[in-house]
């Protein structure tokens, strides 16, 4: 317990250290986000009902599982997941993730937005919008994106607001910026949850979890980074979703999720390649403290004490770090596949659970450049802003991940 509190502190000060404006601290904001985020996390990991609930999800994995395979095998045959045509000599070794894992993406993605039209999801970010302004004291316009990155992703939820962008303070800006960065879209918590059943029991409640306890996070973080100092954007209607019918927000869904399947199978396809590109210019020098120098263990050094404030063991700190290290540097997705290859005395549940945690957000390179580019798009009135302010939303997004993590660990 201590250990986490003294994580979180330091934390804590860090963002303080890079703020605009070190003499003003909005410490309603500050206890009450801190407070929601050990609340969200007790009765997640702790209250039997919600317990039972992630057991629920779990079925909703095997189900998403299921029907993907369906299309996919009946599109690509054994590629896909159909019955293979011979006899498998390795375990595991027909499975692909391009033909079998990654469609589900497509799945996912007309079925947001078909929630969406049907506004079954729009009420859903409603009630979190409404709760993150009845105990923090955000504006509605902010409260409305907040909840909404929770679900929809660091682009899509500024659609909801899109005429209060203009409009919403330099703070408030920066908010949605770090609350983007610090959460995951809902298209992808089905994926994620599917690398990690194996090694991560719940793997779904967990994986939804971190991204509900990450909004109040960033916005903790970007109050302290970021102070108020004007009057809030009230307001916060949601916009509509641009579908005449159910069928129309359906393929528009599915042409969303192909484009965000093609933008993943590339940068994973060009990332991978280049850690393996500067993984064989390391191996040009000489071996380390018996062993070969790689990009994953140069991280794993550097990350060590910051993965160790959050709760990991000393003893697991340098493999913690080293994921912690891609997740950043790289994206969250393939931290999370190197994550899942790892053998199981490598790292403890605790440490497990924890990193799941840590990891699960868009605080990344990366995703910094979409976010800016998306955000450009949508408001270019504000571009230069966006743009001056990208790199210390993503320190933000990164704290408040790192701050989910040691609550996790304190429980």
């Given at each position: 317990m201590l250990h986490g509190i003294f994580g979180i502190t330091v934390l804590l000060c860090v963002a303080w250290l890079l703020s605009e404006n070190r003499r003003m601290l909005h410490w309603r904001l500050i206890l009450a986000g801190l407070a929601l985020q050990l609340l969200i996390a007790l009765l997640m990991l702790k209250a039997a009902p919600f317990r039972q609930l992630f057991m629920g999800l779990n079925t909703v994995v095997a189900a998403f599982e299921e029907a993907t395979k369906a299309g996919t095998s009946f599109v690509f045959g054994y590629l896909g997941g159909g019955p293979l045509p011979f006899v498998e000599t390795a375990p595991g070794g027909s499975f692909s993730l391009a033909f079998q894992a990654l469609p589900m993406v497509l799945v996912i993605g007309a079925l947001t937005a078909v929630l969406y039209y049907w506004r079954i999801l729009p009420k859903v970010v409603q009630g979190f919008s409404w709760v993150l302004r009845k105990t923090m004291g955000i504006g509605g316009a902010l409260g409305v994106v907040a909840s909404g990155c929770i679900f929809l992703g660091m682009i899509e939820s500024p659609l909801l607001i899109r005429p209060y962008l203009v409009r919403m303070t330099r703070s408030e800006l920066f908010a949605m910026m770090a609350t983007g960065l610090s959460c995951i879209a809902g298209t992808m918590l089905v994926l994620y949850a599917t690398v990690l059943q194996k090694v991560i029991p719940d793997a779904l409640g967990h994986i939804l979890t971190a991204?509900?306890?990450?909004?109040?996070?960033?916005?903790?973080?970007?109050?302290?980074?970021?102070?108020e100092t004007q009057e809030q954007t009230l307001g916060g209607e949601l916009s509509s979703y641009e579908a005449t019918s159910a069928m129309d927000a359906?393929?528009?869904?599915?042409?969303?999720?192909?484009?965000?399947?093609?933008?993943?199978?590339?940068?994973l396809i060009v990332f991978v390649a280049l850690v393996k590109l500067v993984n064989i210019g390391l191996g040009q020098l000489p071996d380390v403290m018996g062993g070969p120098v790689t990009l994953e263990r140069i991280l794993g050094i550097l990350l060590s004490p910051v993965v160790w404030l959050?709760?990991?063991?000393?003893?697991?700190?340098?493999?913690?770090?080293?994921?912690?290290?891609?997740?950043?540097?790289?994206?969250?997705?393939?931290?999370?596949?190197?994550?899942?290859?790892?053998?199981?005395?490598?790292?403890?549940?605790?440490?497990?659970?924890?990193?799941?945690?840590?990891?699960?957000?868009?605080?990344?390179?990366?995703?910094?450049?979409?976010?800016?580019?998306?955000?450009?798009?949508?408001?270019?009135?504000?571009?230069?802003?966006?743009?001056?302010?990208?790199?210390?939303a993503l320190i933000a997004g990164v704290l408040a991940s790192l701050m989910t993590g040691a609550v996790v660990g304190m429980l």
């Open positions: 991204s509900i306890i990450h909004a109040p996070a960033a916005l903790v973080v970007a109050s302290i980074m970021v102070p359906l393929t528009k869904g599915t042409w969303d999720g192909l484009k965000l399947l093609v933008n993943i199978v590339a940068v959050i709760g990991v063991p000393w003893s697991e700190a340098g493999t913690a770090g080293s994921l912690m290290g891609i997740k950043i540097v790289l994206n969250e997705f393939l931290a999370y596949i190197k994550f899942s290859s790892l053998p199981e005395a490598a790292l403890s549940p605790k440490t497990r659970i924890i990193m799941t945690y840590a990891m699960c957000s868009f605080a990344n390179l990366g995703s910094l450049g979409i976010l800016i580019a998306g955000l450009g798009s949508l408001c270019p009135e504000r571009r230069d802003e966006i743009v001056a302010m990208g790199v210390k």
